[in-house]
């Protein structure tokens, strides 16, 4: 069975404050991992994709990172607008349908 | 071009009561899915479709029902309401034969059954 865990749980920030949000997985072969942000009262919406082991994304100030084992997020001088939930999902296996997420980082960042 | 549209957004039921959540999606997708969202859960897949007039059990399908008729559109039922329903439900929909795997959401149903 697919394995993914997002950690911290959350994260609070000062603006300007870079950090990373830490994806592991635990799959047997893997398709691509996704990263999307969720607003409050929103549905999540796609920022990445990710298919082989030491890609990188890149999209204003998220940078998106692919190891055999984990996925990192980092945010380089957030400002507050970059408050969201991040969600982590991959997608595995012969199948090209089924995601499985990650229970996500609800990053605050602070004026 | 709205994308995946979810109706109602909102929605109280008593227990034992039914409803029929909608989704509509206006991109030609193949897939569509319903999955809802706890806290500290993460997203849960219900059930899902390949194309028009199948569907499949997902993770959590126990309490629900699913049809799609047309292509565009995915139902979601509860035919007998219960408290552990009260969630968040999302619908996405995925392109397929392009290599990219990339799921598209609604904004959600927010349901609370009392």
């Known amino acids: 069975e697919d394995q993914v865990t997002q950690s911290p749980e959350a994260l609070r920030l000062q603006e300007g404050e870079s950090s990373s949000l830490n994806c592991s997985y635990t799959?047997?072969?893997?398709?691509?991992l996704f990263w999307y942000r969720q607003d409050p009262g929103k549905g999540p919406e796609f920022l990445f994709t990710l298919y082989s082991a030491g890609e990188e994304k890149e999209k204003e100030r998220l940078k998106a990172t692919l190891t055999k084992k984990e996925s990192f997020l980092h945010i380089t001088a957030p400002k507050p607008e970059d408050s969201a939930t991040y969600l982590c999902a991959v997608q595995a296996g012969t199948n090209d349908y089924k995601l499985s997420f990650g229970a996500g980082t609800t990053v605050t960042v602070r004026a | 071009n709205a994308g995946v549209t979810q109706t109602p957004k909102f929605r109280v039921l008593k227990t034992g009561q039914s409803m029929t959540l909608l989704c509509a999606q206006d991109?030609?997708?193949?897939?569509m899915y319903w999955y809802r969202q706890d806290p500290g859960m993460g997203l849960r897949l219900i059930h899902y479709?390949?194309?028009?007039?199948?569907?499949a059990k997902g993770e959590v399908p126990d309490g629900y029902n699913v049809s799609r008729l047309k292509k565009q559109n995915f139902l979601l039922g509860l035919e007998s309401a219960a408290p552990s329903q009260t969630s968040v439900y999302f619908c996405a929909s995925q392109v397929t034969g392009t290599g990219r795997y990339i799921q598209y959401f609604g904004a959600g149903t927010r349901l609370s059954v009392l």
């Open positions: 799959v047997s072969g893997l398709r691509g």
């Open positions: 479709s390949v194309g028009e007039g199948t569907t």
């Open positions: 991109m030609n997708h193949e897939y």
